[in-house]
């Protein structure tokens, strides 16, 4: 495997996040054969920047997660998904709460099932 990049939604705890559409930190880890995943960096978005109000814009523009090769969080819509696929970034969801449990499990081949996208939690904020 070449180094990928994989991003994970977080809360301020530290656990993954409900749903990528609203989470506004992502941490960064590199991954390759070679090492453990490394956190290389933490993506801080605004509101305004955050997955859902990028989908529902549907300006065209890039958005900082174009730049992973997989992200993951507990829950995302469909439309995200696959705005984000057009760009080569893979959204998956997970059940599992801690992020260096996800990656791994993600490199396994094993990552646990995500949480149903709830449309109502997407659009009342």
Request: glycine share 8%; with cysteine; aromatic share 6%.
């Amino acid at each position: 495997m070449a180094e990928q990049l994989i991003a994970v939604a977080v809360t301020n705890d530290g656990t993954i996040a409900a749903h990528a559409g609203r989470a506004l930190k992502w941490q960064v880890y590199t991954v390759s054969d070679e090492a453990a995943p490394c956190l290389a960096w933490t993506l801080d978005l605004t509101r305004f920047g955050c997955l859902h109000e990028w989908h529902v814009r549907g300006d065209g523009n890039r958005h900082p997660l174009h730049f992973v090769d997989i992200a993951l969080a507990a829950s995302a819509g469909e439309g995200v998904r696959q705005k984000l696929q057009q760009r080569g970034t893979e959204l998956l969801t997970t059940r599992e709460v801690d992020p260096q449990k996800a990656i791994a499990a993600y490199l396994e081949g094993n990552l646990p099932e995500g949480l149903p996208h709830e449309t109502v939690v997407c659009h009342s904020h």
